[in-house]
């Protein structure tokens, strides 16, 4: 029996530099290889917010080597997942795709204990993805 493909996920928000960043970190350490990781925003910033990845740091998961990207139409065409958050008219829409808009408050210009929170959230919403695709996966 030949192993699926691995499914891919695009994590897109405005900046890239905060929730986009935190959740396709979760993804990488929680999935491993065994899903493809992108993520990318509508108008890209300069840098990672620093307190997402102080946040990050806090469980051990290193995003400090990551640089926003802006989001292209191929980066979508090519995930299987595109899941938004908060990048409102400026997210992609491709036929075929499973989309996911997940509702969470923009860490840009907080402090650490501010993201905390939207960390914990993010991590929760990955564990249910991977749930998901794994399911899908093996069905």
């Known amino acids: 029996m030949s192993a699926s ?8 928000c405005i900046h890239n530099a905060g929730r986009s960043q935190m959740a396709a970190g979760f993804l990488r350490h929680l999935a491993g290889d065994r ?3 992108r993520s990318a925003g509508s ?4 840098r990672i917010n620093p307190s997402a990845v102080a ?4 469980l051990g998961i290193d995003i400090s080597d990551q640089t926003p990207k802006v989001l292209t139409p191929e980066a979508a065409r090519a995930s299987d997942y595109i899941i938004t958050m908060g990048c409102g ?9 499973t ?3 997940w509702q969470l408050e923009d860490p840009a210009g907080q402090g650490v204990e ?3 929170p939207i960390r ?10 991977l749930a998901e695709i794994d399911t899908k996966q093996q069905a």
Request: glycine content about 4%.
């Open 114 to 116: 501010a993201v905390r």
């Open 5 to 12: 493909p691995l499914a891919s996920v695009l994590f897109v």
């Open 120 to 129: 914990d959230e993010i991590k929760t919403l990955i564990e249910d993805l």
């Open 35 to 37: 899903v493809e990781v």
């Open 43 to 46: 108008m890209p910033g300069d």
């Open 55 to 58: 946040a990050m740091a806090e």
């Open 99 to 101: 989309y996911l808009d």
């Open 89 to 97: 008219d400026a997210c992609p829409y491709f036929p075929g795709k």
